[in-house]
């Protein structure tokens, strides 16, 4: 518990120092007309009330990741500490903060057209259709793992009541995702967020009282790198892609765009985008500790569950034994609100993404059915997959796991050239560590992991740190290129 102690402190003095030395980084210029006010619609061009977009960005990035993929991620030990807290910190706040910001001087355009402006047309092209793919699987994704709490919550979680639930939540995507954007999301979203908020203060709470017995960051530090987390994966790369919306998050550049589009000045970029990663590094720390007492502590054996229970069990035992019916029952919608609405708001990104690349514009709702249809007929049929093949929705999610960092990969590159280009001066350090060290993790990951080439997981390291290198030297030569030209 010292260790999750200090992890909170950290973070939020992360927030208060490392983010504002990115802010001067990139320099937000209060004095500038945002996207909100110079292009405003009515739909998607909205200025809508600081508060309000923290929420909705929030909410939007929070999806299940920060509590499944930490619940998952806890299984690699006292290292998920030190993942979320500095990979939240240095990275996914950075990331999220810059390409929000990026967005906002580029009149809110989505992530495509930045990579296009600073990595190239032909890369615009891949990112194009590799965003929209990752979107598509987010939804897919983000139905079906609230359809099964609710089941569980409504009836027995069979077949039948889970398919009853998706048929609900995918009704609600395609009203979301027509509609402007302060029509529902504008209106229900900071409700969903203050369920995910108080869920998480809850727990905490309850972790302070209970005060578990958990292993610790100095403890067992020898054995890191033999231990293993989820079917005996090797922490690196696995942990590094296991939690991913609780440290860094490529899905979370195709969300900030959104907002890029509702916030008034650009010196609320700092608390909006940066700040809603501190927050969910925080919820994550907190699930992070309870699966920790689950799995090491007894958790499991006190709640009559086997420890090999799956995330979405483990959240309903917790919240149902600890908060109560009434606390329980708030706490587990906040767990369901968080990927219904990052699903529904993916497919919003999608459209968007879609629109700008055909120049196509959206205040007409005939025109947002062009774009939207094809993009719910492709959303069910990996639906229909997922729930067709028991072990679609576990591959679906693995994929979508390396994806959604390999997004953040592109997305830190883009960053790094556009800092290279416009600040100089070792600025762009704050993102090429980053964008190299995720390029390692996600190369090293689709070498060595079942669905991909399954290399054999010992030459892991060796092949990590090639990656890291050969990427360091040939960003090099091309900033010695840049800086001629």
Request: aromatic share 14%.
């Amino acid at each position: 518990m010292v260790s999750f102690l200090i992890s909170i402190l950290a973070l939020v003095l992360g927030y208060f120092l490392y983010g504002k030395f990115v802010e001067r980084v990139f320099g937000p210029d209060p004095s500038r007309k945002t996207p909100a006010v110079e292009k405003a619609d009515g739909v998607d061009f909205i200025a809508m009330p600081t508060w309000k977009v923290f929420m909705i960005q929030f909410l939007n990035i929070a999806g299940t990741g920060p509590i499944f993929g930490a619940i998952m991620g806890a299984k690699f030990g006292p290292a998920s500490y030190l993942w979320i807290v500095l990979g939240c910190i240095f990275a996914g706040a950075v990331h999220d903060y810059l390409s929000g910001m990026l967005s906002v001087r580029h009149g809110g355009v989505g992530l495509p057209e930045l990579v296009g402006t600073y990595l190239g047309k032909r890369t615009k092209t891949v990112m194009l259709v590799f965003s929209v793919l990752l979107l598509m699987m987010v939804g897919s994704v983000f139905v079906y793992s609230p359809a099964i709490i609710l089941g569980g919550l409504a009836g027995d979680g069979g077949r039948l009541s889970v398919m009853i639930w998706v048929a609900v939540i995918f009704a609600y995507y395609v009203v979301a995702t027509l509609l402007p954007i302060d029509k529902i999301i504008g209106r229900i979203y900071p409700i969903f967020a203050v369920a995910l908020i108080f869920m998480a203060l809850g727990l905490m709470v309850c972790l302070f009282v209970k005060w578990p017995s958990l292993p610790e960051v100095w403890d067992g530090l020898g054995g890191w790198t033999t231990r293993t987390g989820i079917q005996d994966q090797p922490i690196f790369p696995c942990l590094f892609i296991t939690i991913a919306c609780g440290a860094v998050s490529g899905f979370h550049a195709t969300q900030s765009p959104l907002m890029a589009r509702c916030i008034k000045n650009e010196k609320l970029g700092r608390p909006i985008f940066y700040g809603s990663m501190i927050t969910e590094g925080l919820v994550a720390l907190v699930w992070a500790t309870v699966a920790s007492w689950f799995f090491f502590d007894g958790g499991a054996q006190e709640l009559g569950m086997a420890s090999s229970a799956a995330a979405p069990a483990i959240v309903t035992g917790v919240s149902k034994d600890w908060l109560g019916a009434v606390g329980g029952i708030l706490a587990v919608l906040g767990v369901v609100a968080a990927p219904i609405t990052s699903g529904d708001t993916a497919f919003r990104s999608s459209r968007l993404i879609i629109a700008d690349f055909l120049k196509l514009e959206q205040k007409a709702v005939l025109k947002r059915l062009y774009i939207a249809v094809p993009l719910f007929v492709g959303s069910a049929l990996l639906l229909w997959y997922n729930m067709a093949d028991e072990n679609g929705f576990n591959t679906i999610w693995r994929y979508f796991g390396w994806s959604n960092q390999t997004l953040a990969v592109f997305t830190l590159w883009t960053i790094t050239v556009y800092l290279v280009k416009n600040r100089g001066a070792g600025w762009y350090l704050v993102t090429l560590i980053p964008a190299l060290f995720m390029t390692a993790v996600c190369v090293t990951f689709i070498l060595v992991d079942k669905v991909g080439f399954h290399i054999n997981a010992a030459a892991a390291p060796w092949i990590g740190l090639g990656t890291f290198v050969i990427s360091a030297i040939l960003f090099y030569l091309w900033k010695n290129t840049a800086y001629k030209k």
